[in-house]
Structure formats: C-alpha cells, structure tokens
C-alpha cells in the first residue's frame, strides 16, 4: 500500500478522499490554487501544495505542475477524484512515465471510452445495446443537421469528449439546431479541449440508470448494482438513488452483465461507472461510460456497505477485488440530493457569495454529508457551485424519502441563494414519492416544484420580530429584564415602531419592549410572543401560547428563519437610513453572475423581439443565455466575446419598441 499520496482535486471529492486514507494511514498533499487557500481540502491533508490562478486552466488542469507537485512531495500515487484531470489519459500516461500510479483506469481505457463516438463502435462489438445515432468522424453543421433528420426529432447533440451534463443539447425542431450546435461545441471546447459532437435519438420517458463497476489488475470484474439518476435538470444530475425503483432481479443482472462486458472490453481496472439510458419498455442502451469515481458513489456505499475510495486504493496498489460478485448484495435504499449555490427561480443560475451561515442536520450512520465547505467559505465563480451531498439510508424507499425530508428541513444555507428548498419540493412531488420517473420529470412537475409565491403569514413576522428582539436584548424574551441590552428601564413600557420587509412585503409593527414577553400589534390585531434564541440557533418562541420552533440567523439588520423545510428572509429597515431598493438599470440588461461573454448574438440598432438570444455567457463551466424580457430595440453593446464581467455589469441596453 502507498504511504503518501497526492490527491489531485479540490473541494468535498478531495475531503472524501483524504478522510479514507487518512483511516488507512496514508499520508497525504492536498493541492490548490490561489481561490483555494485556506479551503477546506487543504486544512483535511497533511500538507498542501499551491499550484497556480484560480482559474482550472492556470491550476487544477496543470497536469505537469501537479506531476512536479507530487515528486517534491514524494508522493507514490495520484488520487485524481472527479472531474479536472480524472478521465484525461495524457495525464495518466504522463504518472506512468514518471513512475507515479494513477489512482485510476490505465491511459488505454481511458482513451478507448473518451470518445463516446469510439467508445460506441466498441461496445456494439462487445454486444452492448446502443442508441440509435450518429457516431461517425464528419462534423460539418449542414450533414449533422441532415443525420437528425435521419434520425429523427427529438434528438441529442452531445460532445464526444464530454461529461457532466457540459456539451449537450436537446433539439426539438430542425429550426433550433444550428444554434443548439453551435453552444454544444462552444460549452465542450470550454470544458473538454474538443469540440466533436455525435447526434442521438433522444429517448422519451427514458430513465438514467447507471452501473458501478469493479476491476483489477488480475482480470476480475464485478458490478455492485445500480443507481436512478433520471431526476436532471439541463442534463445535470440532482437526486440519485439506489437501488433503482421496480428494477427487477432479471433486469439487474441483465444491465449488471452488459456493464461488465463494457469493462471487460478495455481491460478496465478501478472504479467506473457504465450509463444507460432506460426505455419504458425494458430496453436499455449504452450512454457512456465514466472512467473515474462518481459524485454520487455515496448511494453504492451506503446500500453495500463499502468504501469505494479504499476499494480504488488497494486496486490501484496491486491488489485483487476484495469481493467477489457472489459476495455483493443490497442493503436497504439510499438517496442522495446535489445542494448547489443556485436560484432555482432564475433558472438554477449559480450563486456566488460568502458562506454567512451554514448549520447542518447530525451525521449519523443512516445521514451522510459530504462537503468541501465551511461556514465563512466562499462560492467563487471559478468552481462546480456544490455546497454538499446530502446521503441518507432506510430500510425501504418510503423511509429514505422520510429521512432526506427531514435532513433537508435542518440544512440552513445565508450567503448564497441554495436549491434547499427546491430539494424539499422534489422529493415530495408525486412522480417522486410513487417512483414515476423519468428525466423529464422537474419539467413535468414544474407547477408543484415553482408554486407561485404566497403572503408571508402573521405567525412569521411574530416570529422574526422575536428573533430580532432576542438578537438586540439578550437570547431570551421572558427572562428577568435586568438581562436586556436594549433601553429598557423601570417603569418604562420601552414601545417601539419596527418595519420588517420580506421581498417586496414591508409590514410596520407596534412593539412593547418591557420585562416579560413582547407585545405587538400588526394591523388591527395585537399578540404575545415569548421565546429565547439558544446558540445553535434555535428558536423556541409562543405566540398567544402556542408553541413553535423554528432555526434563526440574524446578522446586522438581516433576519433569516428556516421554517418547515423553508427559507425565510427579513430585512429589520432602519428609520434613520434610506431604504434599499432595486437598481433601476433603465432598459440595461446586466450579467446575472460573475463571468465571460462567449457570444453577442445582436447588433447595435437590432429590432428584438420577447425571448430573443442576446448574450451568452459562460460560469461555472455552464453557458447561461440572456434573453430579452420583453420587444425591443439594442441601442448599446457594452461587451465584446471574450471580456469578463462583474455581477451586475450592464452588458447592453434594449430601448422600448415603439
């Protein structure tokens, strides 16, 4: 076994990493970029390496800086996690040749499932099912265009090289898929160094079920089952499950033995994952095949009760599988849910900010959080906005759903806007709790899963007038007023007029701040609200008596209640400051987040309509689109392709149509 080893990766994948070889007694480097100083990879390693910018390019795709990186160190093997430089077999070959095992599939495999179009034509030799598409060399726009029609609409333009959801479009009409072409290639140039496509029959109701597959150097494969990760949104992963939904024991080992041939036709060794998409018929066919470690391997670990990371550390040390196929089987269900610094509301834009607040529900051995983030950390625009993953176990489906609600309940999230509550809605959507899936199924239960907003209930603004009284008086309101850190005085009743505003809500309250509990008065009405505010963050409050508790995070003038698996933020408004309000941009269509421009799409004096392409941007490793909101005229572009923008920077003006 190694005793030092580099891992090669940032974020939760390199503390998930670090956590089992440090069980295992391997010393280990961390490596990181000038984003990532003081991240918490860093401090969960033995030493740590700076190895460039903050941007992939200048650091964690620096395959010879982390060669150099790992011989200074003295590091036997590289540990490559997930992404960045996981499934590149330059990299893999270049540890070979400098005598540093690559904690990975050999150069060869690599290579030979890289190219989805290669990797296709070898698994129709080896038997494997596949989609019907096109997978040939010839890239010109008007002949791939010609194939779809072959093909047949809907179809899926997908990078040859990709992964991840990055460089895939789905194209409904012949209309739409020049300019669907064109930001596959741009987003799979970005993300991958290739811009090839293949051209697919997009499947409908299709699920996503992938198998984890085993090898080793001796010649040994095995499977160790399957995992449901049809619920996506734009061809990203967001709850994974395992085992999959009405999977039959036939069926398993079907999808099981087609996987294994998969590995076995390249010599696999090491943890990867085969994917199929899955018809309503029983059919399944041959996506792609990942040569590396999956984000949700957790779901395998928690129904097998294995560390896949130690079973990828002694493999790639030169040991035998330490289990044979006979010697799996399947515990419970698990379920995993993605927590990424997004706005579901606006299109699951990525959220950049400080991490203010982050509290989290008891780990326990049925909930696992795997994270690479700490409160007071930041989500740059450079990185995968991933906060954490959410694992749970249960004895049955109905018990994991149970147990994922209430994790998700205690997970509180200030700073960044999350998709917490989103994940709360998913997993109590009625596809979801009667296993009706399928990866349209956010598409299809977007009435449920975007609700529209309603008013906020006279219970909650009790409740944040409380929190924030508890913040500026002391953590109790019904304690002896000798305690209070406000005005109050003997005698006195201590009234106070407060303005709470929730989004575009502003409520004006009547508080009497004497000894013993709060009176307020809202409107016509007037209560008593009692209650103290302990330091985990818990607010245990009556109001007229009845008991509630909800989490609170008050921060200067912000007050944020988590409440029922829900958000709630208030802002107290001083009444010696000016409100806050909207930026008026005057027709200025400005950048949602941090970025690049990759395209204008419009000319100066351009007539546009609603809906209308305007901008496209890259973050995160995504394209994000600017549309118009409404008919218009472009009168200014502010940008070039290739500038960076700031959050929030007027990329171009549209005037009214007149």
């Known amino acids: 076994m190694f005793h030092r080893l580099l891992i090669a990766n940032r974020g939760e994948i390199a503390c998930r990493v670090a956590r089992t070889a440090r069980q295992m007694g391997i010393h280990t480097v961390a490596v990181y970029s000038d984003a990532d100083a003081h991240a918490a990879h860093v401090a969960a390693c033995d030493e740590a390496v700076h190895i460039g910018g903050s941007r992939p390019q200048e650091s964690y795709l620096r395959g010879d800086v982390i060669l150099e990186a790992a011989r200074r160190t003295q590091c036997e093997a590289i540990h490559p996690g997930y992404g960045f430089l996981s499934e590149n077999e330059e990299f893999a070959a270049a540890c070979a040749r400098a005598g540093i095992v690559f904690v990975g599939p050999s150069p060869a495999s690599i290579a030979a499932m890289g190219s989805k179009s290669a990797a296709k034509a070898l698994m129709e030799k080896a038997g494997v099912p596949l989609t019907p598409g096109y997978h040939g060399e010839r890239q010109e726009p008007d002949y791939l265009l010609n194939e779809a029609r072959r093909i047949g609409f809907p179809v899926l333009i997908k990078a040859v090289a990709g992964g991840g959801g990055k460089g895939m479009r789905r194209v409904d009409r012949a209309e739409d898929f020049?300019?669907?072409?064109?930001?596959?290639?741009?987003?799979?140039?970005?993300?991958?160094?290739?811009?090839?496509?293949?051209?697919?029959?997009?499947?409908?109701?299709?699920?996503?079920?992938?198998?984890?597959?085993?090898?080793d150097n001796h010649g040994n494969v095995v499977y160790l089952f399957e995992r449901d990760c049809s619920v996506q949104r734009r061809h990203q992963k967001v709850?994974?499950?395992?085992?999959?939904?009405?999977?039959?024991?036939?069926?398993?080992?079907?999808?099981?033995?087609?996987?294994?041939?998969?590995?076995?036709?390249?010599?696999?060794?090491?943890?990867?994952?085969?994917?199929?998409?899955?018809?309503p018929d029983g059919a399944f066919y041959f996506m792609e095949m990942n040569t590396r470690l999956q984000v949700e391997h957790p779901v395998t670990e928690m129904i097998t009760g294995l560390d896949l990371v130690e079973w990828q550390l002694r493999v790639a040390s030169g040991e035998p599988l330490p289990a044979r196929q006979e010697q799996l089987a399947i515990r419970g269900h698990a379920i995993e849910a993605r927590i990424y610094?997004?706005?579901?509301?606006?299109?699951?834009?990525?959220?950049?900010?400080?991490?203010?607040?982050?509290?989290?529900?008891?780990?326990?051995?049925?909930?696992?959080?795997?994270?690479?983030v700490r409160p007071g950390d930041a989500i740059t625009p450079y990185y995968d906005p991933m906060i954490a993953k959410l694992v749970v176990h249960g004895a049955t489906r109905a018990d994991a759903i149970a147990r994922l609600s209430t994790a998700l309940a205690g997970f509180h999230v200030v700073g960044v806007h999350t998709n917490v509550e989103f994940l709360h809605r998913l997993i109590v959507a009625p596809s979801f709790t009667e296993a009706r899936l399928d990866t349209a199924l956010i598409e299809r239960e977007s009435a449920w899963l975007f609700p529209p907003r309603e008013p906020v209930s006279t219970p909650l603004w009790n409740l944040a007038a409380l929190a924030y009284a508890c913040a500026i008086r002391g953590p109790a309101i019904h304690g002896s007023p000798w305690d209070a850190r406000d005005h109050w005085r003997m005698a006195a009743a201590g009234e106070r007029h407060w303005k709470l505003r929730h989004l575009d809500e502003i409520e004006e309250l009547r508080l009497s701040l004497g000894a013993g509990p709060l009176r307020i008065q809202m409107r016509d009405a007037k209560y008593t609200v009692s209650g103290e505010l302990v330091g985990d963050g818990t607010l245990r409050a009556e109001v007229d008596g009845v008991p509630c508790e909800a989490h609170a995070f008050v921060n200067g003038r912000a007050i944020h209640l988590f409440l029922n698996g829900r958000h709630h933020a208030f802002e107290w408004i001083d009444p010696y400051l000016p409100e806050s309000g909207a930026l008026d941009h005057h027709g200025g269509l400005v950048a949602p987040m941090p970025g690049r421009v990759i395209a204008v799409l419009v000319r100066n004096g351009e007539r546009v309509t609603a809906g209308t392409a305007l901008v496209v941007m890259e973050a995160m490793k995504m394209e994000h689109t600017i549309t118009a909101p409404a008919d218009g005229i472009v009168t200014d572009i502010h940008f070039e392709a290739g500038e960076q923008v700031r959050a929030g920077d007027e990329l171009l003006t549209l005037e009214p149509a007149s």
């Open 178 to 215: 020049d300019a669907a072409l064109a930001s596959c290639r741009r987003e799979a140039q970005s993300s991958f160094g290739d811009d090839r496509v293949l051209v697919e029959k997009y499947v409908t109701q299709a699920r996503h079920i992938e198998i984890q597959v085993f090898g």
């Open 341 to 372: 610094a997004e706005d579901p509301a606006r299109g699951f834009l990525p959220s950049i900010g400080t991490l203010e607040h982050l509290s989290t529900p008891q780990e326990s051995a049925v909930v696992r959080i795997d994270t690479g």
């Open 239 to 279: 709850l994974e499950e395992a085992p999959a939904p009405g999977m039959t024991a036939e069926r398993r080992q079907r999808m099981g033995e087609a996987a294994v041939a998969a590995a076995r036709a390249v010599n696999y060794s090491g943890a990867g994952t085969v994917e199929f998409i899955a018809a």
